[in-house]
C-alpha cells in the first residue's frame, strides 16, 4: 500500500517537474512571447490528459459510432475540467486499478501545470531554486565553480553579467564552470513583465529574491551554499577550488551607484558571514570577492577602515587572528567615471595601434596642453587619466609638462574643491575669461609652486647638510612638473567659447595649439553636438600637414555604444587626417566588463613583483628565488656597468612569470590594500607601452633601463598626485594621503628605484 502512494507521488512529481524545465527552458528561449510559451505548455498538458482519457474509455466501449463519439466528448469535456480539477472522476464499473490511476492522474497532472503557468503560481525562481540545488551538489563534489552573485538587477549589471558568460566561453576558460545567480533583499520578486526580469531569465541566469526580517537573515554565502575552500593557504600545491564574486550595483535615480545602499549591504554580508562562523573564525576559507559600486569620488580608505573594523571585532570575540581573517573579504570599490577614465587609456591605445612608440617620442616644446569640457566626476577623471598616461621626456630629458584649461558653468566653485584634495595640483582661477593659460599667469602659478615648495624644504635641506649640490626647489620643480589647472566659469557652447577654438591645419583655442580636446559635458547628447562641430570644422578647413605632425586627440564621453556612430568620423576620415586621433570612451558596455572589473590576472603580478623585491622569495619556492636573483643581478650589475645588455634578464623574468598560474601569486594580491591594487592596476596599463618600446630593441643598456625606470617613476608620481596625495619627508601615512617617494627619482634610495625597475620588467613581454 505504502509503495503504490510513493510510486504515484513520484510519477505526478517526476511528469510536473519534466514539464515544467520544458516550459522554462522555452519560456529563456522566446522570452519576448507574451502568451505562446503558456498557451502552449497547457494545450500540451491538455492534449496529454484528454487523448489518454480517450484512449481508455475507446477501449472500455463497444466499439460502436456511439460509443465512440461519447468518449470522444466525455474526454474533451473532463480533461478540460481537469484544468481546475474538476471532471475527475474514475471509471466506473471497471475494476482494474490501474486504469483508474491513469484516468484520475492525467486530470491532476493537467491540473497542475494550467495551474502553474497560466495563474502565475510558479515562477522562475522555482526553477532558479532548483538550479541552486543542483549548484550546491556541485560544490560539495569539488567540482571546481567560479560564481557571480548580483544583489541588483541594473542595465549595468546585466551587461557585466554577460561579459563573464561570454568570457568563460572562450578557449582559457573552458575548463573552468561558471554559474550566474541574481540573488538578494534589494531584488523584486520576479515579474515576467519586467525587462531586465525578462532579459535575465532569457540568458539563463538564476534569479532569487527574498526579504530578511530586520536584525536576522543568513549571508549570501549559506543560502547559495558557497562555503568553499578557496583560500591562498598552499596555493602553490593546489590550485584554487572556485571563486565567490558579489556584486552590490544598486543605482539612484541618476543612473549612478548608490553609495549608502552598496555599502550596507556589502557590510551586511560581511557581519553575517563573521556571525556564521563566530564560534571558530579561524576556520573560515573562503574568499570573497565585493564589488560595490558608488557615484561620488572613491574613498578607498572608508571602505578598509569599516571592514577592518567590522572583522576586528569578530575577531576579538572568536579569540582568532584579525590580520589573517582580512583576506577573506575582498572590498572593491567601483565608480563609473573612474572606469570611465581608465577606458580611456585603453581606447587611446587601441587607437594608436602599432603606432604606439610615438608615445616615447621626444616633445619638442616640452609640454602637453588639454582643453576640458565640462568637469564632473567624469571630466575630472579623464583628464587626470590623460595627465597620468601621457608621462614622457622631452629632448633633455625633462619630464613632459602638463597644463590644462577647464571649461563649466560652475568652474569656481570646483576650483576650490578640487584644489583642497589635490595639494600638488597648481590651481589657478581665470573667472569669465577665454583666454587660455599664458604667461600671464605666471604670479599665480608662481604662488602656487611657493606653496606647493613648503612640503620639499625637510628633503632639500637634508640634501644640502649632507654636502649634495643642485637639490634645491628648481630641481624639484623642474623634474615634478606639477599640473597647472586653470579654471572658467564659461558655457562652452556659448557663440564667444566656439569662435576661440578654432582649426587651420591644427586645432588651437585662443591660438594656442591643442593637444588634447576632453569633452565630458554630462550626456550624450551634448557631447554629440560638441564633438561634430569640432569635426566639422577641421573637415571644413581641411589638411595640408604632413604625416609626421604631432598628433592630436579629441576626446569624446559618451554613455551608448549606439551614439558611436553618430560621431562624423570614419576610418577613412583616419587617413585622410592622420594627424587627429577622436577616442571615444566611457561606453558602459565597454566598462563594464569581465575584462575591466573583474579581471586581475595581470595586476596581480606587480604586487608580487614588490614581495619578491622586499623579503627575497620564499626558500623552498624555485621561481621566487630565480626572480629574486634576477633582480639582485640586475641592480649590481648597473652599478658596476652601463653597458651591460639587460634585454636577456628582463626575457628571463618574463619566462618565467607567464609559466605561474594566478593563484601562485594571489597570496600577496589578498593582503594588498585596495588603492594599492588600483596602482598596480594603473602600473599594467601604462606597462603596455613599455611592452611596445622594449619590442623594438635588440639590447638594452643600463642606463636606457634606469631612464624607462625614471619615467615609470614619473609616471607613479602623477598616479599619485591625480588622486590627491602629498609629499612627507617622514614616511608614508595612506590614511593622511602622504608618501615620501612622491619626489624627483634622484632623491630615492637604489632599494626604492628597484620598484620602478619591477615594473618596466614585469611590463615586458617579447614577442614570440
Same mark, same amino acid.
Given at each position: 500500500?505504502?509503495?503504490?502512494?510513493?510510486?504515484?507521488?513520484?510519477?505526478?512529481?517526476?511528469?510536473?517537474?519534466?514539464?515544467?524545465?520544458?516550459?522554462?527552458?522555452?519560456?529563456?528561449?522566446?522570452?519576448?512571447?507574451?502568451?505562446?510559451?503558456?498557451?502552449?505548455?497547457?494545450?500540451?498538458?491538455?492534449?496529454?490528459?484528454?487523448?489518454?482519457?480517450?484512449?481508455?474509455?475507446?477501449?472500455?466501449?463497444?466499439?460502436?459510432?456511439?460509443?465512440?463519439?461519447?468518449?470522444?466528448?466525455?474526454?474533451?469535456?473532463?480533461?478540460?475540467?481537469?484544468?481546475?480539477?474538476?471532471?475527475?472522476?474514475?471509471?466506473?464499473?471497471?475494476?482494474?486499478?490501474?486504469?483508474?490511476?491513469?484516468?484520475?492522474?492525467?486530470?491532476?497532472?493537467?491540473?497542475?501545470?494550467?495551474?502553474?503557468?497560466?495563474?502565475?503560481?510558479?515562477?522562475?525562481?522555482?526553477?532558479?531554486?532548483?538550479?541552486?540545488?543542483?549548484?550546491?551538489?556541485?560544490?560539495?563534489?569539488?567540482?571546481?565553480?567560479? /560564481? &557571480? !552573485? =548580483?544583489?541588483? $538587477?541594473?542595465?549595468?549589471? +546585466?551587461?557585466?553579467? #554577460? @561579459?563573464?558568460?561570454?568570457?568563460?566561453?572562450?578557449?582559457?576558460?573552458?575548463?573552468?564552470?561558471?554559474?550566474?545567480?541574481?540573488?538578494?533583499?534589494?531584488?523584486?520578486?520576479?515579474?515576467?513583465?519586467?525587462?531586465?526580469?525578462?532579459?535575465?531569465?532569457?540568458?539563463?541566469?538564476?534569479?532569487?529574491?527574498?526579504?530578511?526580517?530586520?536584525?536576522?537573515?543568513?549571508?549570501?554565502?549559506?543560502?547559495?551554499?558557497?562555503?568553499?575552500?578557496?583560500?591562498?593557504?598552499?596555493?602553490?600545491?593546489?590550485?584554487?577550488?572556485?571563486? /565567490? &564574486? !558579489? =556584486?552590490?550595483? $544598486?543605482?539612484?535615480?541618476? +543612473?549612478?551607484?548608490? #553609495? @549608502?545602499?552598496?555599502?550596507?549591504?556589502?557590510?551586511?554580508?560581511?557581519?553575517?558571514?563573521?556571525?556564521?562562523?563566530?564560534?571558530?573564525?579561524?576556520?573560515?576559507?573562503?574568499?570573497?570577492?565585493?564589488?560595490?559600486?558608488?557615484?561620488?569620488?572613491?574613498?578607498?580608505?572608508?571602505?578598509?577602515?569599516?571592514?577592518?573594523?567590522?572583522?576586528?571585532?569578530?575577531?576579538?570575540?572568536?579569540?582568532?587572528?584579525?590580520?589573517?581573517?582580512?583576506?577573506?573579504?575582498?572590498?572593491?570599490?567601483?565608480?563609473?567615471?573612474?572606469?570611465?577614465?581608465?577606458?580611456?587609456?585603453?581606447?587611446?591605445?587601441?587607437?594608436?595601434?602599432?603606432?604606439?612608440?610615438?608615445?616615447?617620442?621626444?616633445?619638442?616644446?616640452?609640454?602637453?596642453?588639454?582643453?576640458?569640457?565640462?568637469?564632473?566626476?567624469?571630466?575630472?577623471?579623464?583628464?587626470?587619466?590623460?595627465?597620468?598616461?601621457?608621462?614622457?621626456?622631452?629632448?633633455?630629458?625633462?619630464?613632459?609638462?602638463?597644463?590644462?584649461?577647464?571649461?563649466?558653468?560652475?568652474?569656481?566653485?570646483?576650483?576650490?574643491?578640487?584644489?583642497?584634495?589635490?595639494?600638488?595640483?597648481?590651481?589657478?582661477?581665470?573667472?569669465?575669461?577665454?583666454?587660455?593659460?599664458?604667461?600671464?599667469?605666471?604670479?599665480?602659478?608662481?604662488?602656487?609652486?611657493?606653496?606647493?615648495?613648503?612640503?620639499?624644504?625637510?628633503?632639500?635641506?637634508?640634501?644640502?647638510?649632507?654636502?649634495?649640490?643642485?637639490?634645491?626647489?628648481?630641481?624639484?620643480?623642474?623634474?615634478?612638473?606639477?599640473?597647472?589647472?586653470?579654471?572658467?566659469?564659461?558655457?562652452?557652447?556659448?557663440?564667444?567659447?566656439?569662435?576661440?577654438?578654432?582649426?587651420?591645419?591644427?586645432?588651437?583655442?585662443?591660438?594656442?595649439?591643442?593637444?588634447?580636446?576632453?569633452?565630458?559635458?554630462?550626456?550624450?547628447?551634448?557631447?554629440?553636438?560638441?564633438?561634430?562641430?569640432?569635426?566639422?570644422?577641421?573637415?571644413?578647413?581641411?589638411?595640408?600637414?604632413?604625416?609626421?605632425?604631432?598628433?592630436?586627440?579629441?576626446?569624446?564621453?559618451?554613455?551608448?555604444?549606439?551614439?558611436?556612430?553618430?560621431?562624423?568620423?570614419?576610418?577613412?576620415?583616419?587617413?585622410?587626417?592622420?594627424?587627429?586621433?577622436?577616442?571615444?570612451?566611457?561606453?558602459?558596455?565597454?566598462?563594464?566588463?569581465?575584462?575591466?572589473?573583474?579581471?586581475?590576472?595581470?595586476?596581480?603580478?606587480?604586487?608580487?613583483?614588490?614581495?619578491?623585491?622586499?623579503?627575497?622569495?620564499?626558500?623552498?619556492?624555485?621561481?621566487?628565488?630565480?626572480?629574486?636573483?634576477?633582480?639582485?643581478?640586475?641592480?649590481?650589475?648597473?652599478?658596476?656597468?652601463?653597458?651591460?645588455?639587460?634585454?636577456?634578464?628582463?626575457?628571463?623574468?618574463?619566462?618565467?612569470?607567464?609559466?605561474?598560474?594566478?593563484?601562485?601569486?594571489?597570496?600577496?594580491?589578498?593582503?594588498?590594500?585596495?588603492?594599492?591594487?588600483?596602482?598596480?592596476?594603473?602600473?599594467?596599463?601604462?606597462?603596455?607601452?613599455?611592452?611596445?618600446?622594449?619590442?623594438?630593441?635588440?639590447?638594452?643598456?643600463?642606463?636606457?633601463?634606469?631612464?624607462?625606470?625614471?619615467?615609470?617613476?614619473?609616471?607613479?608620481?602623477?598616479?599619485?598626485?591625480?588622486?590627491?596625495?602629498?609629499?612627507?619627508?617622514?614616511?608614508?601615512?595612506?590614511?593622511?594621503?602622504?608618501?615620501?617617494?612622491?619626489?624627483?627619482?634622484?632623491?630615492?634610495?637604489?632599494?626604492?628605484?628597484?620598484?620602478?625597475?619591477?615594473?618596466?620588467?614585469?611590463?615586458?613581454?617579447?614577442?614570440?
Amino acid at each position: 500500500m505504502l509503495a503504490g502512494i510513493l510510486c504515484g507521488c513520484v510519477t505526478v512529481a517526476a511528469l510536473y517537474a519534466v514539464t515544467m524545465l520544458a516550459y522554462f527552458r522555452l519560456r529563456r528561449k522566446y522570452a519576448e512571447t507574451k502568451y505562446a510559451v503558456e498557451a502552449g505548455i497547457a494545450l500540451f498538458a491538455i492534449a496529454v490528459s484528454v487523448i489518454t482519457r480517450m484512449y481508455i474509455l475507446t477501449e472500455l466501449g463497444d466499439g460502436t459510432f456511439e460509443s465512440g463519439f461519447s468518449a470522444a466528448l466525455f474526454a474533451i469535456y473532463s480533461g478540460i475540467g481537469g484544468l481546475a480539477f474538476e471532471g475527475i472522476d474514475s471509471v466506473s464499473g471497471v475494476e482494474l486499478n490501474y486504469i483508474n490511476c491513469i484516468y484520475s492522474g492525467v486530470s491532476l497532472y493537467a491540473g497542475l501545470i494550467a495551474l502553474s503557468v497560466i495563474t502565475a503560481t510558479a515562477s522562475y525562481e522555482i526553477y532558479s531554486k532548483a538550479g541552486l540545488l543542483g549548484l550546491k551538489l556541485r560544490l560539495k563534489l569539488g567540482i571546481c565553480t567560479d /560564481v &557571480y !552573485v =548580483f544583489k541588483t $538587477a541594473t542595465p549595468d549589471t +546585466l551587461l557585466l553579467a #554577460e @561579459s563573464i558568460k561570454n568570457r568563460y566561453s572562450e578557449k582559457e576558460f573552458r575548463s573552468r564552470r561558471v554559474r550566474i545567480v541574481y540573488c538578494g533583499e534589494l531584488l523584486e520578486p520576479f515579474d515576467r513583465k519586467n525587462f531586465l526580469h525578462k532579459e535575465i531569465m532569457s540568458r539563463g541566469f538564476l534569479y532569487w529574491s527574498y526579504n530578511d526580517r530586520p536584525g536576522g537573515g543568513k549571508s549570501v554565502l549559506r543560502r547559495l551554499g558557497l562555503y568553499i575552500r578557496n583560500d591562498a593557504h598552499g596555493v602553490r600545491a593546489s590550485k584554487n577550488k572556485g571563486g /565567490v &564574486y !558579489v =556584486f552590490a550595483f $544598486a543605482q539612484d535615480q541618476d +543612473l549612478v551607484g548608490s #553609495e @549608502s545602499v552598496n555599502g550596507k549591504s556589502v557590510f551586511k554580508e560581511i557581519s553575517l558571514i563573521l556571525k556564521e562562523n563566530s564560534k571558530d573564525c579561524s576556520g573560515l576559507h573562503t574568499v570573497t570577492d565585493f564589488y560595490l559600486l558608488t557615484g561620488s569620488e572613491l574613498n578607498y580608505e572608508y571602505y578598509e577602515r569599516v571592514t577592518d573594523d567590522i572583522v576586528s571585532s569578530a575577531a576579538k570575540k572568536a579569540g582568532a587572528d584579525a590580520e589573517k581573517l582580512k583576506k577573506y573579504f575582498q572590498v572593491h570599490v567601483i565608480n563609473e567615471s573612474v572606469l570611465a577614465g581608465m577606458s580611456l587609456t585603453g581606447r587611446r591605445m587601441e587607437a594608436d595601434g602599432e603606432n604606439g612608440n610615438g608615445d616615447f617620442a621626444p616633445v619638442g616644446d616640452g609640454k602637453h596642453y588639454a582643453v576640458v569640457l565640462g568637469f564632473g566626476e567624469t571630466g575630472k577623471q579623464a583628464m587626470n587619466s590623460v595627465y597620468v598616461n601621457n608621462a614622457c621626456f622631452d629632448e633633455r630629458g625633462v619630464p613632459l609638462s602638463f597644463e590644462a584649461d577647464v571649461f563649466d558653468t560652475v568652474a569656481t566653485s570646483k576650483a576650490g574643491l578640487y584644489k583642497s584634495t589635490h595639494p600638488l595640483t597648481v590651481c589657478i582661477s581665470k573667472g569669465d575669461s577665454l583666454s587660455p593659460i599664458s604667461r600671464e599667469d605666471d604670479f599665480a602659478v608662481n604662488a602656487e609652486l611657493r606653496r606647493i615648495s613648503e612640503a620639499y624644504e625637510p628633503a632639500i635641506k637634508s640634501f644640502a647638510e649632507k654636502g649634495v649640490k643642485g637639490m634645491d626647489f628648481g630641481f624639484v620643480a623642474r623634474e615634478m612638473k606639477f599640473p597647472v589647472i586653470a579654471f572658467h566659469n564659461v558655457d562652452c557652447t556659448e557663440l564667444e567659447f566656439a569662435s576661440s577654438m578654432k582649426y587651420d591645419g591644427r586645432l588651437t583655442f585662443g591660438g594656442r595649439s591643442v593637444d588634447s580636446l576632453i569633452i565630458a559635458l554630462g550626456d550624450d547628447e551634448k557631447d554629440i553636438a560638441a564633438a561634430n562641430a569640432f569635426i566639422d570644422e577641421i573637415k571644413t578647413k581641411g589638411s595640408a600637414l604632413p604625416r609626421g605632425t604631432r598628433k592630436q586627440y579629441v576626446y569624446v564621453h559618451l554613455h551608448d555604444d549606439r551614439n558611436y556612430a553618430r560621431i562624423n568620423w570614419t576610418e577613412a576620415d583616419n587617413e585622410a587626417y592622420p594627424h587627429i586621433g577622436i577616442v571615444l570612451f566611457g561606453n558602459r558596455g565597454y566598462i563594464f566588463s569581465y575584462n575591466r572589473i573583474v579581471d586581475e590576472k595581470q595586476n596581480m603580478k606587480y604586487s608580487y613583483g614588490y614581495h619578491l623585491i622586499a623579503d627575497g622569495g620564499r626558500k623552498d619556492c624555485v621561481a621566487e628565488n630565480e626572480i629574486s636573483g634576477i633582480f639582485t643581478k640586475i641592480k649590481d650589475n648597473i652599478k658596476s656597468g652601463d653597458n651591460t645588455d639587460f634585454l636577456p634578464h628582463l626575457k628571463k623574468i618574463s619566462g618565467i612569470v607567464s609559466t605561474l598560474e594566478p593563484h601562485e601569486y594571489k597570496e600577496k594580491w589578498l593582503y594588498t590594500k585596495e588603492y594599492k591594487k588600483e596602482s598596480n592596476r594603473a602600473a599594467e596599463r601604462f606597462g603596455r607601452r613599455f611592452r611596445r618600446e622594449l619590442d623594438t630593441k635588440k639590447e638594452l643598456t643600463g642606463a636606457e633601463l634606469m631612464k624607462l625606470a625614471e619615467l615609470e617613476h614619473d609616471r607613479w608620481n602623477r598616479f599619485y598626485i591625480a588622486h590627491g596625495w602629498y609629499y612627507s619627508f617622514t614616511g608614508k601615512r595612506e590614511s593622511d594621503r602622504v608618501h615620501n617617494c612622491l619626489c624627483p627619482f634622484a632623491f630615492l634610495s637604489e632599494d626604492t628605484r628597484a620598484y620602478d625597475i619591477v615594473n618596466v620588467a614585469l611590463a615586458y613581454n617579447p614577442k614570440k
